[in-house]
């Protein structure tokens, strides 16, 4: 089966529920509760969005969000901001290492937080564009979106650890 690729001419999208869309092509076809979701979610951000229903199938694949009108384009951005919610570190407040084990105690745009990572080589990913993510012990996910604008005293916390 070919897939079927929605480009900003074709259709146009409608917030159902949180995470959920609703797609009208322009031909007259509907398609109901449609789940955004990022082929590429590290590397991909607005590229390759494809569209599930509840049971997993796909029925189409934006090539880029950027095509879509401004409306269409907020509704899939809200749908994927929910879904992939990553809270972004602003401060490295404190760093400790006891047993092999770091402790960060970080600034978040969702407040402060203390993060356990067991193993800095799989856990904390420096990305080509300056972003870095970051995974704790619990399989939480953090994101620091461009390391160089950090504060100094963050830096040099971060400078050991990657």
């Keep these: ?20 869309v609703d797609m009208e092509l322009y031909s007259g076809e509907t398609v109901e509760d449609l789940e955004p979701r990022r ?5 991909g ?5 494809t569209l599930l229903d509840s049971e997993g199938k796909e029925h189409a694949i ?14 899939i ?9 990553i809270p972004k570190i602003t401060a490295l407040i404190d760093r400790t290492e006891k047993y092999g084990v770091l402790k960060w105690t970080v600034k978040t745009d969702r407040g402060v937080q203390q ?17 870095i993510l970051v995974r704790d ?4 996910r953090y994101e620091i979106v461009d390391y160089r604008e950090l504060d100094k005293d963050s ?5 050991t650890d990657i």
């Design 62 to 75: 934006i090539r880029d969000v950027e095509t879509l009108s401004p409306e269409s384009k907020e509704v």
């Design 77 to 85: 951005l809200d749908c994927l901001r929910e879904y992939y919610l």
């Design 137 to 140: 012990s619990n399989d939480n």
């Design 39 to 43: 082929l590429f979610p590290v590397s």
């Design 1 to 20: 089966m070919a897939r079927f690729y929605v480009d900003g001419n074709m259709a146009r999208f409608t917030r159902k529920d949180i995470c959920l």
């Design 45 to 49: 951000r607005m590229k390759y969005i």
């Design 155 to 159: 830096l040099r916390l971060l400078n």
């Design 115 to 131: 993060l356990r990572i067991r193993n800095r080589n799989a856990d904390i990913k420096q990305l080509y564009d300056g972003r």
